[in-house]
């Protein structure tokens, strides 16, 4: 059974000086402006970097979730940044990293196993797959 999760973006002028928004079917974006500004010079609005960042470490969390799970965990705070690298490359532009920082309080989780067990999560997560890009994880098992 396929999911289809649909977005959208409008954008008017040229790069510099124009301006677009993004929408998503639930609404939860609606018209956010994003624009040459936000992406490359800090001003105001989203880029695709950090909305790729957010469903990330959004995938990874939930990733992680379910294979803490199946191994008969139960995370009490799963706490996941992810870092998204946007490199000038062959004269244009590419995605050539991302890290993700994890720090986690699990109840009964040794060190060794919340390695192998968030490293499973970095692997299977859907948002990861897609990336083809170097993806980096940072991991802190909180006592």
């Known amino acids: 059974m396929a999911i289809i999760k649909k977005a959208s973006a409008h954008w008017e002028g040229d ?8 929408s998503t079917e639930t609404g939860v974006l609606r018209e956010a402006p994003y624009g040459f500004k936000a992406r490359f010079e800090g001003g ?19 990733a992680f979730s379910m294979i803490l799970g199946d191994a008969g965990l139960k995370a009490e705070r799963i706490d996941t940044n992810a870092e998204v690298t946007l490199d000038q490359v062959d004269g244009g532009f590419a995605i050539t990293a991302v890290k993700l920082i994890l720090k986690a309080k699990i109840p009964g989780a040794s060190q ?25 994880l940072e991991a802190t098992l909180e006592s």
């Open 15 to 22: 790069l510099k000086t124009g301006i677009g928004s993004i």
């Open 112 to 136: 060794q196993q919340f390695e192998e067990l968030s490293k499973k999560a970095k692997e299977g997560c859907p948002v990861s797959k897609v990336l083809n890009a170097e993806i980096t």
């Open 44 to 62: 105001r609005g989203t880029n695709p970097e950090e909305l790729i960042g957010a469903a990330h470490a959004g995938c990874f969390s939930m």
